[in-house]
């Protein structure tokens, strides 16, 4: 079990050294976005909510961070998971919302499932 904890922990130092910078891109998007979004830019001609800021996210995380589809369907069952939770404490609001950013994740991986399909299938 030590040895496991090891190697993950080993594999997760590598990932930050390799990806350090994009990492700090990424959460710099998407601060900035959450803070456009409580300050009200663009507010009349274009609302940024939080499933823009859920789609914006994903969609960074695939060019910054190299997330693959597998990844992003993990996050869809995160989503779920949680949505679930949410509705059995009775939050029905937030779980109605975090189906929908359950549901946004998904469409967003097929999407990419089918883009690295057949991105594979012309790389070979």
Do not use: C
Request: cysteine-free; glycine content about 4%.
């Amino acid at each position: 079990m030590k040895r496991l904890k090891d190697r993950i922990s080993i594999i997760f130092k590598e990932w930050i050294n390799k990806n350090n910078y994009r990492l700090a891109v990424f959460n710099i998007l998407i601060v900035s976005l959450f803070l456009l979004r409580s300050a009200g830019y663009f507010q009349p001609y274009f609302p940024i909510s939080v499933n823009f800021i859920v789609v914006v996210g994903l969609i960074l995380s695939t060019f910054l961070l190299g997330v693959k589809s597998v990844t992003t369907f993990l996050i869809t069952l995160f989503f779920w998971i949680f949505a679930a939770l949410l509705q059995i404490l009775r939050i029905d609001v937030w779980a109605e919302r975090t189906g929908i950013y359950a549901y946004e994740s998904l469409v967003f991986g097929v999407l990419l499932f089918i883009f690295e399909s057949v991105y594979s299938k012309y790389k070979k």
